[in-house]
């Protein structure tokens, strides 16, 4: 009630900007929308330096950048987000500011399953992947609650991937595949019913590995979008991106704003035929 | 300003955590032939010299003289500082054609002969490693008078080059799933690969009807079998297994590229090296393929020049230089530039400013 009261100019001002975004994204949409959005979230720490604030200040604003991407990509009808918010590879960063970052990503994470947060409010599902017992307990337990409490949601996935490379992902799930594959006896019912001798060649395929990788429910990203120009995927979702529309643009992280991700989807739309027409091809021969 | 450093004394294998992709260290391994054929280069390769302007180079003696030597690398551009493996995805042939009102036959053809300039320029100017995708399994739904003739040009060329891979010492390897390809091409394709073996000059791998989701499950289904075997458990997988089993480890010392070229503006990885593009730099370009010259070539590994020096900035200025008692350097993710960025802190500050602020044609 206090919060209605305080500022009703401001509140006929977020209302009319509201209006005008709805009508911009009616328009972005009369041509094809990206179902799926990853997000390389990179230029925190420079964003701190060059506002010569403190170090770890970035990383916060960069949280909210986050939640308003979440917001209009749920505006636009985009269904899948996927963010890469710590690396295996940042355990290599100084203790104290590895410490930092999980003391955030505890306190974001909590904030985001309170009653206001846009994850209740447009019913987000949200998923962690990764090697989460890389992590320290707290955090770990705290994302589990996290999935637990959001696994029942309908609205859009946001998919957040802590102590995540891909190489270990993929290697996750050659050993599952692997596991299962050795505790099955040798030979196995197809679906005709017929028994069959396990074939060396068809002992694991590009399916077994698909099946059991983190990213199993969730499609294939149609654009990764990597912030502050750098020209790496620095091993985020290999597997999942190879035809993926690969951008990168030059804002920090904490700059990234509504302009910057309409245009990444204008970008996407120019090429949208020709890439799909690859895409074809590519389901064709499979 | 630069930390001091005795960079000579203090750094070896066993401080430095980082991985096997770099250039090992001088004594930190045992040598092998391939050791011993760059060394009795490189003396001839380093001293003080002088490296010729691009007008400079036109004059043909000196040319040939610098040929000789393999000194033919423009400046700001040194060969410590130049990426060791580089890959090129060589797109837009049948776009070239289709724009010159030609059949996409003439586009594949022009393209090999930028694919020659491409290996040439790289063995002069001392790139270690060329990974360059031919043939991908999904262009097996191309046209099929496209698709033969793309099969006959690979003949035809490993058919005719073979000699000059001998003489130039060019070590090919073939990767890709070469069960789908004529017994001819594949009994031409090993006899190269046998053929070249012994070559230390430069490694190129041509993959030919290649997929990088495909490998990978060739690499899991090697390692489900020795599971099978009993030699591995399931648990003990781990990604260097999984390295080991890819077909780049044909290159040992850098199966994973430094950059990777994708031509004729498009801006997607394909299924092409997708474990080992995991640190790649990805650099587009919108020229056609069989445009892509020696310009854009010197362009790209100035620009790759410019990340490196970025990184070497992030790195001293930063403070990434402790030592805790538990021994490795933390070079906050960039291991991998280490011989890279030895180099560039030797130099002084002010003289890798000059790099940066080098103006080319």
């Given at each position: ?286 | ?187 031409l394709a090993k006899e190269v690969v046998d053929k070249t073996k012994n070559n230390t000059q430069i490694d190129l791998i041509v ?155």
């Amino acid at each position: 009630m206090e919060k209605h009261d305080r500022k009703p100019e401001s509140n006929i001002f977020a209302s009319v900007w509201r209006f005008l975004r709805r009508c911009l994204f009616l328009v972005l949409s009369l041509g094809p929308m990206p179902n799926h959005i990853a997000f390389i979230m990179d230029g925190n720490r420079r964003y701190a330096k060059r506002r010569n604030a403190e170090e770890g200040s970035g990383h916060g604003v960069g949280f909210t950048t986050l939640t308003s991407i979440c917001q209009y990509c749920y505006e636009m009808g985009v269904k899948y987000v996927t963010v890469y918010a710590f690396s295996i590879d940042n355990f290599k960063r100084k203790p104290e500011e590895v410490q930092s970052l999980m003391d955030l990503m505890k306190e974001k994470i909590d904030e985001l399953l309170e009653e206001e947060s846009i994850v209740q409010k447009y019913g987000f599902r949200i998923n962690f992947w990764g090697s989460l017992d890389l992590l320290s307990e707290p955090v770990r337990l705290v994302a589990e609650k996290a999935m637990t409490h959001t696994a029942n949601n309908t609205g859009p996935v946001l998919s957040v991937c802590m102590a995540y490379t891909s190489t270990n992902e993929i290697m996750r799930a050659i050993k599952k595949s692997c596991a299962r594959k050795s505790s099955r006896p040798q030979g196995y019912v197809n679906c005709d019913g017929e028994s069959v001798c396990a074939d060396i060649n068809s002992y694991v395929t590009v399916a077994d590995v698909e099946e059991n990788l983190d990213t199993a429910d969730c499609p294939d990203p149609d654009i990764v979008i990597r912030t502050s120009g750098e020209t790496r995927l620095s091993n985020f979702l290999l597997w999942q991106t190879s035809l993926s529309h690969l951008q990168n643009p030059s804002p920090l992280w904490p700059e990234f704003s509504l302009r910057n991700l309409i245009w990444a989807i204008l970008e996407y739309q120019k090429i949208y035929p020709y890439l799909e027409a690859r895409r074809r091809l590519t389901k064709k021969e499979n | 300003m630069l930390p001091s450093l005795h960079l000579n004394s203090t750094l070896n294998c066993t401080t430095l955590n980082y991985s096997s992709t770099l250039l090992p260290l001088r004594g930190s391994r045992r040598r092998t032939r391939r050791d011993v054929a760059n060394e009795s280069l490189v003396p001839a390769a380093h001293p003080a010299r002088r490296y010729p302007s691009l007008s400079a180079s036109l004059a043909p003696a000196r040319e040939e003289e610098e040929r000789k030597e393999g000194a033919l690398l423009p400046p700001p551009l040194r060969p410590e500082t130049l990426p060791r493996h580089v890959a090129v995805i060589m797109d837009g042939n049948s776009r070239w054609a289709k724009a010159r009102g030609l059949p996409s036959s003439a586009g594949h053809e022009a393209g090999y002969r930028t694919l020659k300039k491409m290996v040439e320029l790289s063995c002069q100017w001392g790139i270690r490693a060329l990974t360059v995708f031919a043939f991908s399994s999904e262009n097996w739904t191309r046209p099929k008078m496209e698709v033969e003739f793309l099969m006959t040009l690979f003949e035809n060329v490993l058919k005719e080059r073979l000699g000059e891979f001998l003489r130039e010492g060019i070590r090919v390897c073939i990767i890709g799933d070469s069960s789908e390809l004529s017994q001819s091409l594949q009994k031409l394709a090993k006899e190269v690969v046998d053929k070249t073996k012994n070559n230390t000059q430069i490694d190129l791998i041509v993959a030919i009807s290649y997929s990088g989701r495909k490998e990978i499950t060739q690499a899991c289904q090697n390692i489900a079998r020795k599971v099978k075997d009993g030699l591995l458990e399931p648990e003990d997988i781990t990604e260097s297994h999984i390295e080991e089993e890819l077909e780049t480890n044909c290159i040992p010392e850098f199966p994973n590229p430094d950059l990777l070229i994708r031509t004729s503006g498009e801006l997607r990885l394909s299924n092409f090296l997708l474990w080992q593009s995991a640190y790649t730099e990805l650099f587009f370009t919108n020229t056609y393929w069989p445009d892509f010259g020696e310009a854009d070539c010197f362009y790209l590994l100035w620009r790759y020049l410019c990340v490196l020096h970025k990184s070497v900035i992030k790195f001293a200025s930063g403070s990434p230089f402790f030592l805790n008692n538990s021994g490795p350097f933390h070079l906050n993710g960039h291991e991998r530039y280490v011989p890279q960025i030895i180099f560039l802190l030797q130099m002084r500050v002010d003289a890798s400013q000059d790099l940066m602020d080098h103006r080319f044609m």
